[in-house]
């Protein structure tokens, strides 16, 4: 930051016309040329001029708040702050509102087209390769599992990020209305939203970042069919459930969406990186490749989902009042669950631990 002054109006006391007078009273030398100009130089004007360069740098902030200059203790916070902005705090974030009119992929029509497409295509793809090719020879993908892997690695570590922070920043600023007119709790409002909730705010943005992910992670049940993977179109309809309890979750505003979404990016973003490190080939990819990482994850999941379904159930019917937000929508989606385990139990039950993209295999020991 620069300080315009004058140098003439903090010199106003001292005018130019009496310091020549005071000069040639007392005999004294006039000024002389120096490289072409003038240099003045008198004791007189050496204390004014050390008030002139305190007074400039008073006006200038300390280095800490200076444009461009920062301490090494302000980076963290400052780098905080900026993710906590553009996760939590951005305009198009805070006032996000569910709209089948205003956003892509928002209405029944497009749902249920993509859901019949979807499987349609990938099981006349996965009878077309088992009539052409006699024996279960996969097709090579080259380096698209793996790029599609960390990928969705990325995009499910961002909207656990996103939501994570925006859920913070929800129950603060809800907590006031929670005060004495219900017994709400952050906790309570995990699991069950209240009656009449609408899907806008912070928590249903990354509800929707989750929903369009769900297409992006659909094509790993096309990767299962091109690999010829035993039980690839049980993954198919998997894949098309979890658009549709996606899809769910936005059009009623479900309840327990919030901890499902975290729950399901987390250890996506776990069994993603794991497979991207083993379809790249990465520094020890051999001794992990039988690692049962993505059987770890899924257990944990589901884990994660049998719990939150018993807390709906027992916030719903006994401890809050008026029962909880899109307790229909949660019937649905709880034989969507049951499907998934179905699949979970036909995939790892009898010959063994089978990725959805065909990655690491591991056969039991009988």
Known sequence: MLCHCDVNELLSDTPQTSYHAQLNKEGRKQPTSFNGG???????????????????????????????VRSTTDRPMAAAASAAYWLA??????????????????????????????????LALD????????????????????AHALLMAAVSAAIFAGTLLSAVAEIRDMRWSWRGRSRTTPFRWLLCFPPGTRSSGRVFFWSYAYYLSRYLHAARGVFAVLRRRRGASARVFAHAASVAMAFLWLEFSQSFQVLAILASTLTH???????????????????????????ACQLALLGCNLACHVGVVWMHFGAVGGGCSGIGAWVFNT??????????????????????????????EL
Not at 43 to 61: E, F, G, N, R, T
Not at 127 to 142: D, I, Q, S
Not at 273 to 292: E, I, K, N, Q, T
């Open 269 to 295: 973003t776990v069994a993603f990186v794991f497979r991207f490190w083993v379809g790249a080939g990465l520094p020890a990819a051999r001794a992990a490749r039988g690692a049962p990482v993505a059987l």
């Open 127 to 146: 009878a077309f390769l088992g009539a052409a090719l006699r024996r279960r020879k996969p097709l090579p993908l080259g380096p698209f599992p793996a």
């Open 38 to 68: 003038r240099l003045y130089i008198s004791i007189l004007l050496l204390p004014k001029s050390l008030s002139i360069l305190h007074a400039v740098h008073a006006q200038l902030p300390p280095p800490s708040v200076r444009p461009g």
């Open 335 to 364: 034989l969507l669950n049951a499907a998934l385990l179905w699949v979970f139990l036909h995939c790892y039950g009898k010959r063994g631990v089978c990725d959805d993209d065909g990655g690491a295999t591991v056969k039991k």
């Open 89 to 122: 705090e951005h305009p198009a974030i805070v006032g996000f509102r569910w709209s089948p009119t205003h956003l892509w992929c928002s209405t029944w029509a497009f749902l249920l087209g993509f859901l019949a497409s979807y499987v349609a295509l990938c």
